[in-house]
T-cell receptor, first 113, second 116 residues
Framework: AQSVTQLDSHVSVSEGTPVLLRCNYS??????LFWYVQHPNKGLQLLLK??????LVKGINGFEAEFKKSETSFHLTKPSAHMSDAAEYFC???????????FGRGTSLIVHP | GAVVSQHPSWVICKSGTSVKIECRSL??????MFWYRQFPKQSLMLMAT?????????EQGVEKDKFLINHASLTLSTLTVTSAHPEDSSFYIC????????????FGPGTRLTVL
């Protein structure tokens, strides 16, 4: 069985400061991990994914995430927040073979000017 | 590349009517498509997995007679909400998986359904 826990329902940062969105996962097998972003009333856009290659994954818009197997974590970071980063972020896990995704509850990123 | 469209983007209908939502992969063939439902301020709830040419696999608690899914081609899946009621009002999102070797999904923009 697989599960995802996004530790924060809301994260509030000031523009120009670093962003950290936390995600822990549980998976019986070798997982694939994803971060998606959703702007209001829009679909989801893939930010980045981990599929057992490099543990530090770089994505679009300056985001990156590090896969830490020992901590079962896949936290999303960005060095400097922009106002346009304000959105809902979802961490997703799927197990190789089944490919059925499990979504975290989402983290709302709020960026203050 | 990897663009998924949904039509319509929003729809308002009367209680008791049926509504069809289309999901298309525009620049790739999708062996698998997924249908999700999202309530306000909540995460996505997987409703069903749709494979081209075969019956959809529904998640527990999702009524297959209520939410009819047809994956008629490698680029088109449809979700029909039959005899819609106000509690069916929601944001419906589809996603498509290009092939069996990847578990990356590409999402459509969503369809806002309001049942009066």
């Amino acid at each position: 069985a697989q599960s995802v826990t996004q530790l924060d329902s809301h994260v509030s940062v000031s523009e120009g400061t670093p962003v950290l969105l936390r995600c822990n996962y549980s998976s019986s097998y070798s997982p694939s991990l994803f971060w998606y972003v959703q702007h209001p009333n829009k679909g989801l856009q893939l930010l980045l994914k981990y599929t057992s290659a490099a543990t530090l994954v770089k994505g679009i818009n300056g985001f990156e995430a590090e896969f830490k197997k020992s901590e079962t974590s896949f936290h999303l970071t960005k060095p400097s927040a922009h106002m346009s980063d304000a959105a809902e972020y979802f961490c997703v896990v799927s197990e190789k073979g089944s490919y059925i995704p499990t979504f975290g509850r989402g983290t709302s990123l709020i960026v203050h000017p | 590349g990897a663009v998924v469209s949904q039509h319509p983007s929003w729809v308002i209908c009367k209680s008791g009517t049926s509504v069809k939502i289309e999901c298309r992969s525009l620049d790739f063939q999708a062996t698998t498509m997924f249908w999700y439902r999202q309530f306000p301020k909540q995460s996505l709830m997987l409703m069903a997995t749709s494979n081209e040419g075969s019956k959809a696999t529904y998640e527990q608690g999702v009524e297959k007679d209520k939410f009819l899914i047809n994956h008629a081609s490698l680029t088109l899946s449809t979700l029909t909400v039959t005899s819609a009621h106000p509690e069916d009002s929601s944001f419906y999102i589809c996603s498509a998986r290009p092939d069996l070797s990847t578990d990356t999904q590409y999402f459509g923009p969503g369809t806002r359904l309001t049942v009066l």
